[in-house]
């Protein structure tokens, strides 16, 4: 995002200068990330108030711990920018600077979040009330239940937070080394703090955006868009497939989710400076049910977070389960009505068919809605940009970001980024919670 199209520090309206405020005085800073998510001020002051209660209110886990823990979520996805910052404010609580040579100098108790980090990263379908009794019986080490919530939260907002970091190409701070303005690939440079230094550098001449596309194709991208989605209005009204057709829709929507990815999809090998803080750097994500691996499909009717995954969090880690649900219900509701140069737009069909597409490459279905509608409304560039911002980040192109939605203003793909990390999060949040639920039945 070019930096003359983000708001200045100084041009903004009282709302956004309370918000501004309130951010400098949680977090001592007023960083690129609110300054993007300005974009969209109602989000922002949940997403404020909900990671400051998570990082500085009264909570089960010791500050430094609550930092650890977001630079062992943030390394996972080779965030450099994250991880710096929560270098620096681990350090400004108090926490011990040897701890910041990689996982094994961490005591024990936090060595063993290791795994639950990398499955919840990568492979959130993987997790089982095994893992949960792993860490809640590991006698001296052991985990609370409620500190285990705490961290599980953390680790899935910040698994999010590095979606949107690089989702949205954010740099470091202007103050910071290498940080200049908002110059994509995110974190292709380094901020404030060498101990964790690290990321790969994309070559610049790779991000050469989709500029040599023509101004009518693009908008006429948009009016395809459009009529396809009065169409799919017109057939809703008409005709209700049945159950069967209905669950072979998601099947064969889920599978082909597996064969979705970019062209440019090289692996990226961490920096050992990122890595050293998770082990088995090799882990990563993978599809369902390549290797003949099958993962079963998560019924939302069997296991949901408003029925089930709110209480649980809410009876274990006060508060948090309200704020959660909040930023939640916010992100997948919020409108302006608009769609690039069209106002008055009812756009409820295509932020459903976004949110329930990342539920779906994750295993997770709503009986009561038709997976032939993502085919009709997320087109294949679209589709890639989402599922590398939501599983692999790290990956994530100028290219990409500027080859979806052509016509589209950035504050509406800021605003497509947030309905991918909360879509994300929740999901993270559901295989974990379920599993915590089965371990205490």
Known sequence: IPEKEILQVGSEDAQMHTLFADSFAALGRLDNITLVMVFHPQYLESFLKTQHYLLQMDGPLPLHYRHYIGIMAAARHQCSYLVNLHVNDFLHVGGDPKWLNGLENAPQKLQNLGELNKVLAHRPWLITKEHIEGLLKAEEHSWSLAELVHAVVLLTHYHSLASFTFGCGISPEIHCDGGHTFRPPSVSNYCI???????????????????NVSV?????????????????????????????????????????????FSSDDEEVTPARDVSRHFEDTSYGYKDFSRHGMHVPTFRVQDYCWED??????????????????????????????TMAMHKDVDTSMLRRAIWNYIHCMFGIRYDDYDYGEINQLLDRSFKVYIKTVVCTPEKVTKRMYDSFWRQFKHSEKVHVNLLLIEARMQAELLYALRAITRYMT
């Open 193 to 211: 703090c060498d101990i964790t230094n690290g990321n790969h550098s994309v070559d610049e001449t790779q991000v050469n955006s989709a500029g």
């Open 216 to 260: 009518s194709d693009s908008f006429f991208e948009v009016e395809a868009l459009m009529e396809k989605m009065r169409q799919l209005q017109e057939c809703r009204d008409e005709e209700e497939a049945s159950q069967e057709e209905m669950a072979s829709r998601f099947e064969i929507e889920k599978r082909e989710s597996m064969f979705v």
């Open 308 to 337: 089930h995954g709110y209480s649980l969090v809410n009876r274990l880690y006060p508060d948090v389960g309200q704020l959660i649900d909040e930023k939640f219900h916010i992100a997948y509701n919020l409108t302006y009505n």
